[in-house]
């Protein structure tokens, strides 16, 4: 069974400009996760998406935002993008909510110059 | 809410010595417990977890971690390290919050 897939492995973008990464989930999880693991600041949780909404976001601004398509894949958009936004973007699928084990992806590197 | 605490940001072992790292968590509702591993430039294995029932809970590469309820604490062990044990090494909790919530994670190195 293919795991949880992302891409792209690696961007690098300006400031200012848009990011999009993708996910997609194992085959049957209808929840996707974001995580941002940026240096010095650990991993912090972005985004929830189950059932194609939104279910909850961490602290971080609106210009992180994204969606979930019917087949549950994901995208995250980073808009006007900062130094700081430089960071591993993870995602995680899983079945249920809570009590199912969340599942993680290889990461998107995202490096903002 | 939820938080997780790991003691020590860096542990150095030798090789065949015992691997602990130290995890404590505050939840406001019983606790869903995860240790994950991360090698370089790679996302994140699941370990181990404990969700309800045993309270020493067995993973993967012969780790084990052990729930302590009246301590808060969810301690991963090895009896004996391996050179390949090298990694970063992450406690999570969810609950009453869905999503996880990590501590600030364990570099563990091993010396030959």
């Known amino acids: 069974e293919a795991g949880v897939t992302q891409s792209p492995t690696h961007l690098i973008k300006t400031r200012g400009q848009q990011a999009t990464l993708r996910c997609s989930p194992i085959s049957g999880h209808t929840s996707v996760y974001w995580y941002q693991q940026a240096l010095g600041l650990g991993l912090q949780f972005l985004l929830w998406?189950?059932?194609?909404?939104?279910?909850n976001r961490g602290n971080f601004p609106p210009r992180f935002s994204g969606r979930q398509f019917p087949n549950y894949s994901s995208e995250l958009n980073v808009n006007a993008l900062e130094l700081e936004d430089s960071a591993l973007y993870l995602c995680a699928s899983s079945l249920r909510q809570l009590t199912d084990t969340q599942y993680f992806g290889p990461g998107t590197r995202l490096t903002v110059l | 809410a939820q938080s997780v605490t790991q003691l020590g940001s860096h542990v150095s072992v030798s090789e065949g010595a015992l691997v602990l790292l130290r995890c404590n968590y505050s939840s406001s509702v019983p606790p869903y417990l995860f240790w994950y591993v991360q090698y370089p430039n790679q996302g994140l294995q699941l370990l181990l977890k404990y969700t309800t029932g045993a309270t020493l809970v067995k993973g993967i590469n012969g780790f084990e971690a052990e729930f302590k309820k009246s301590e808060t604490s969810f301690h991963l062990t090895k009896p004996s390290a391996h050179m390949s044990d090298a990694a970063e090494y992450f406690c999570?909790?969810?609950?009453?919050?869905?999503?996880?919530?990590f501590g600030g994670g364990t570099r563990l190195m091993v010396k030959p």
């Open positions: 999570a909790v969810s609950g009453p919050l869905v999503w996880l919530t």
């Open positions: 998406y189950d059932e194609g909404e939104e279910r």
